[in-house]
């Protein structure tokens, strides 16, 4: 009987990814401003590649839900966030890089929640003379 709970136990801490989404590869259109496009995002435990940006999460069982996110590929950034009751929210500072080679902080925040096999994403940026950009897009669980 333990070996059945811990089996169990181990499959439910693998199935989800991040919070209640589940583990996997999720493709959607995402609209920033009047440009919509088609993206995919891939949630695993512990990271989620967005394009050609991966951000990877660390979480600590004393830290009450809250979480460290950090870039690993793309551009350079760290932040925290927290688990929602339906997904995930965090803010995050990217060294945003310039055409002209100047580096600047460009900071930016992703709520992500899931319902009925959906991931929904509202998310905001803020860099250079463009200002803040909002994106949202709806994901859908690739079989």
């Known amino acids: 009987m333990k070996f059945i709970i811990f089996l169990t136990t181990f499959i439910s801490v693998n199935a989800f990814a991040l919070g209640p989404i589940l583990n996997g590869t999720y493709a959607g259109t995402e609209t920033c401003g ?5 993206t995919r995002m891939v949630f695993t435990d512990e990271t989620l ?3 050609d940006q991966v951000n990877a999460f660390e979480f600590d ?6 979480f460290k996110v950090k870039a ?7 932040g925290l966030g927290h688990f ?4 995930l929210h965090y803010e995050i500072i990217f060294d945003f890089v310039g055409k002209d080679g100047s580096s600047h902080p460009a900071p930016g ?10 991931v ?17 897009g709806d994901f859908s669980l690739v079989p």
């Not at 690993?72 to 760290?78: E, F, I, K, L, R």
């Not at 905001?124 to 949202?136: D, E, N």
Request: some cysteine.
């Open 34 to 38: 009047a440009d919509s496009f088609s």
């Open 49 to 51: 590649a967005w394009g």
């Open 61 to 66: 069982a004393n830290s009450n839900g809250f």
């Open 72 to 78: 690993t590929s793309g551009m350079a950034g760290s």
């Open 84 to 87: 929602t009751k339906n997904g």
């Open 109 to 118: 925040e992703d709520t992500l929640t899931y319902k009925d096999g959906i």
């Open 120 to 136: 929904h994403l509202d998310s905001s940026a803020s860099a250079g003379p463009r200002g803040k950009i909002s994106c949202s």
